[in-house]
């Protein structure tokens, strides 16, 4: 059974403060791993897919990248705005897909 | 571009009620999906529909629950009866190709049971 779990449950910075978030995975052919970012009240909003170790992916202040185990979305240098609850979810080739727990972030200006 | 529409937004009912929650996807996505959210269990894939055919209802938590896509553009879940322990939020989402490709979710429907 495909497995996901993120740490750490929540995480606080100040502004400006860069850090990762971790997915950890297990999974019986990866077909694909996804981050999503969830505001209050709102569904999630689709950021990133990785398909393969070694892929990395950008988008303004977020990086994501990609090992056979594991998978981290980067922060860099964040802004209030960025606070948000930030999930991962992976696919596998028997058309299984199921999210991890999530990520609550804050940054504090 | 209008996103997935999910309705009501909110339902208040009673234990043993009928609750419809409604969705449309968005236009030329040929795969549909139901998750409920809950602060216990996290965001959890009740079914999904490629081509209006149900390709998954491992997810679905029991007999009460029944998912229906008549044509591309409708899709409704249904709880009969329902019961306290259903109350969550339930989103609906699209994909233009099953599973392994990004999902645009709805702003969900937030059920309470009483």
């Known amino acids: 059974e495909d497995q996901v779990t993120q740490s750490p449950e929540a995480l606080r910075l100040q502004e400006g403060e860069s850090s990762s978030l971790n997915c950890s995975y297990t999974?019986?052919?990866?077909?694909?791993l996804f981050w999503y970012r969830q505001d209050p009240g709102k569904g999630p909003e689709f950021l990133f897919t990785l398909y393969s170790a070694g892929e990395e992916k950008e988008k303004e202040r977020l990086k994501a990248t990609l090992t056979k185990k594991e998978s981290f979305l980067h922060i860099t240098a964040p802004k209030p705005e960025d606070s948000a609850t930030y999930l991962c979810a992976l696919g596998d080739y028997g058309q299984n897909f199921v999210f991890g727990p999530g990520t609550r972030l804050s940054v504090l200006p | 571009d209008a996103g997935v529409i999910q309705s009501p937004r909110h339902e208040v009912t009673e234990m043993g009620q009928e609750v419809t929650l409604r969705c449309k996807p968005i236009s030329g996505h040929n795969s549909l999906f139901w998750y409920r959210q809950t602060m216990m269990r996290g965001l959890e894939l009740l079914i999904y529909f490629n081509n209006n055919v149900p390709i998954d209802d491992s997810g679905m938590p029991e007999d009460r629950f029944s998912a229906k896509m008549p044509n591309a553009s409708f899709s409704t879940l249904k709880i009969q009866p329902s019961e306290p322990r259903d109350s969550a939020v339930y989103f609906c989402a699209s994909s233009s190709g099953g599973v392994n490709q990004p999902q645009h979710f709805g702003d969900g429907t937030r059920l309470s049971i009483l």
């Open positions: 999974v019986s052919g990866l077909r694909g």
